[in-house]
């Protein structure tokens, strides 16, 4: 499984080293090339595998962008957005073997606006990461840090997202909807509405003001130059944009 960042932060003895060493990752080739270093602290930075030898010889830390112990696992930030979290985070911790479950060392937060996307969330955390890297280092060599606990009983956790996971379903809830097109709009695979088998990508939608109370199934009840409006079981609607709905044949009144 490949890494999102092909840098390796070591701390050996007083001295902290950076080194390039490869953007995927064979634990047997970085054990060996570790080996090269008197090594006493490795820090891993969103390299998404699950280490096992590097455990056993090495002090390990890990950068999880998410409030831990709440949203242990991949794609945090993901689901944040799509569950209306109304601040977020990012925590350096031990890493351990059960995943995300070490002792915390370093948090921070900050406040999530409505509509987010996940490229901003991450750029967000990431300005609070480097703002304060370089002092949570130093109060680690120092042994400045009292590292707080990263309790089971209140963890959560979330699932590994998929391509298949951007479809739109969640038609009980608009706002859902909504922050699901919002939050996946800067990602590889952007929220789609899926009708009579065509895949129709969403790129942006808005909230309506309309309310309905009588109807039985959510159904397309405006067609837009861009996009459709779609009533929600809940009674409200959401317009879905970033398509022409001729190219799609799509219909008013048409049931999802």
Not at 149 to 158: C, F, L, R, S
Not at 165 to 179: C, F, G, P
Not at 191 to 216: E, K, W
Request: charged share 20%.
């Amino acid at each position: 499984m490949g890494c999102k960042s092909p840098w390796t932060l070591l701390y050996s003895k007083s001295i902290w080293i950076v080194s390039q060493f490869t953007t995927g990752f064979d634990e047997d080739r970085l054990f060996a090339w570790l080996q090269t270093f008197q090594v006493d602290t490795l820090i891993n930075c969103f390299c998404n595998f699950k280490f096992t030898r590097l455990l056993d010889t090495y002090n390990v830390l890990n950068v999880h962008l998410a409030p831990l112990p709440r949203y242990r696992g991949r794609h945090p930030l993901h689901w944040a957005l799509i569950n209306g979290e109304p601040e977020f985070g990012v925590s350096i911790h031990q890493m351990t073997r059960t995943i995300d479950a070490g002792e915390i060392y370093w948090q921070k937060m900050t406040s999530v606006r409505q509509g987010t996307s996940v490229q901003k969330l991450r750029e967000s955390l990431m300005q609070l990461l480097d703002k304060s890297f370089g002092t949570f280092v130093q109060d680690f060599m120092h042994q400045n840090i009292q590292p707080m606990p990263n309790p089971e009983a209140k963890a959560t956790y979330v699932a590994r997202r998929f391509p298949e996971d951007s479809v739109l379903t969640e038609w009980h809830d608009s706002h859902r909807i909504y922050r699901k097109v919002m939050a996946l709009r800067s990602e590889s695979n952007a929220a789609c509405l899926v009708i009579h088998n065509q895949a129709i990508p969403v790129t942006h939608a808005c909230l309506s003001h309309r309310r309905y109370v009588g109807f039985a199934q959510s159904f397309i009840c405006r067609l837009l130059p861009d996009g459709v409006e779609i009533v929600c079981l809940d009674g409200l609607t959401v317009q879905l944009l970033g398509f022409d709905p001729k190219q799609y044949s799509l219909k008013l009144n048409q049931k999802l």
